[in-house]
């Protein structure tokens, strides 16, 4: 059994109104399909929240979706005969509860239960409150030692400890092996820093570092991604004035990977199939110097409006945004590289969003793969002799990512496998026959794919 540290007490023993924000938004994420990064964002933005509310509100938000499978092992622990038939409050004000038993350090547990007897007391009924004292109040940290004990294999071991399908953990556990599963398993589990993409267009890491520095505000540099800045995670930092200027974009660092696995040059003709809000798009543009042309679609209107105002936000005018599905784009012509970032999985984003672990099924990964198939297929068809087709996933299952690549390799054989791009040589990473995987713990941020195919001549 792998020893797990207690993570830091970001709570304090009076925060109601933090656990009860935190309540809030957990209700939204697990009884209304919501996700967790777009309310959390939402709710944080109300100024009558504390610093101390948001602190709370963040370490309960994402301690109870990450450990979800764990707790409510634990809770079923207390029932007669391991189980329990609760209420959707019920079980939502226990998971924080045993959450904050489990992992927060200063607070005496009296103290925890006292602050979610109130809670169970505004959404319980007198009866469930009453259930709820009686389990707290036999609830230890020994309780999560022993039910990892007694898993009765590694796969179940890992999918109880980490919250995750027994699927997932026999894919990547049999793919990447023990050591390396692990260690992403553990980073999913962490707090993210804040990352930001610079834009070279209006301003320069250099200056965005100085003027920082003459605020007194801590901000780091990659030191493997050019133009991508963070603030460590729960530093609380929110550049809202440099995103108005187009200075800064929120992006992880896995995905401002992507660009530059493109690689785009000023002048080029750019295809990116499945733009979404544009935000690689934007990256690609800023990458070229504004100078060239990028014809992004997607086949959600509502997103390819959102590139058009984040473009001009930017200060880039390349750009030419349509509504398209990408499987049956049309005739476009040839482009130099084309972007294929495809809908899939995200279990490379659940560090951000821990939600999808109790989402995804095996059945949805087989269908997004016939739409990766299906979109690589299109996507052939636009690039010119010598120009580059570059397929990216923030996935970290096979299935979606080195399958997908030799499947494609083997059925055009006009296609050839690039391993070596210089502008993400030096980004720690797992290598693969056919391309790249940045692993959670490699890049401390998300994961993500990318594989690089260069067209004949």
């Known amino acids: 059994m792998q020893t797990r540290k207690k993570e830091p007490a970001t709570t304090d023993s009076g925060n109601y109104k933090g656990r009860k924000t935190a309540y809030r938004v957990l209700h939204r994420v697990l009884n209304g399909g919501a996700y967790s990064n777009i309310v959390l964002n ?13 602190r709370t509100t963040t370490f309960l938000v994402y301690g109870v979706l990450r450990n979800l499978n764990l707790l409510d092992a634990v809770f079923r622990s207390k029932a007669r005969k391991g189980k329990i038939t609760a209420t959707p409050a019920l079980l939502l004000a226990s998971r924080m509860a045993i959450f904050e038993i489990l992992f927060q350090k200063k607070i005496p547990k009296y103290a925890t239960i006292s602050e979610y007897m109130k809670l169970a007391s505004a959404e319980c009924s007198k009866g469930e409150t009453r259930f709820l004292n009686a389990c707290l109040r036999r609830v230890s940290y020994k309780d999560m030692t022993m039910l990892l004990e007694d898993a009765e294999n590694d ?47 209006r301003t320069s890491t250099a200056e965005i570092m100085e003027m920082y520095a003459m605020q007194h505000l801590e901000v780091n540099a990659s030191s493997h991604i050019r133009d991508c800045i963070y603030f460590k995670a729960g530093q609380g930092h929110h550049p809202s004035r440099e995103y108005g200027a187009g200075w800064l974009t929120p992006q992880d660092a896995s995905t401002q990977i992507i660009a530059h696995a493109v ?11 499945c733009c979404g809000r544009g935000t690689k798009a934007a990256h690609m543009a800023e990458l070229m110097g504004n100078r060239g042309r990028i014809y992004a679609c997607d086949i959600h209107a509502h997103k390819t409006a959102l590139l058009g105002q984040e473009a001009e936000r930017l200060g880039i005018n390349i750009i030419d945004a349509h509504t398209a599905d990408a499987t049956d784009i049309g005739e476009l012509g040839l482009f130099d590289r084309v972007l294929v970032d495809t809908p899939c999985s995200g279990t490379g984003t659940f560090r951000r969003r821990p939600e999808l672990k109790q989402r995804l099924r095996p059945a949805d990964v087989i269908e997004l793969m016939r739409l990766q ?6 996507a052939a068809q636009h690039v010119k002799p010598g120009g580059r087709l570059v397929y990216a996933t923030c996935s970290v299952l096979p299935e979606e990512n080195d399958d997908m690549a030799a499947d494609f390799l083997e059925r055009h054989d006009a296609f050839l496998p690039v391993r070596d791009e210089p502008a993400i040589a030096d980004i720690p990473q797992f290598k693969t026959p056919f391309g790249s995987i940045f692993l959670p713990h490699q890049v401390q941020a998300c994961g993500a794919a990318v594989y690089i195919m260069v067209r004949k001549s």
């Open 373 to 378: 198939r299906r979109l690589l297929d299109s």
């Open 42 to 54: 939402n709710v944080l933005e109300d100024k009558s929240l504390t610093p101390g509310d948001r």
């Open 263 to 273: 690689a785009p040059q000023p002048g080029e003709e750019i295809l990116d199939m």
């Open 155 to 201: 796969v179940q071991r890992m999918a109880l400890e980490f919250s995750c399908p027994d699927w997932f953990i026999e894919s990547v556990l049999e793919y990447y092996g023990t050591e390396e599963t692990l260690k992403m398993l553990r980073t999913g589990n962490l707090g993210m820093p804040s990352y930001y993409r610079v834009n070279r267009i």
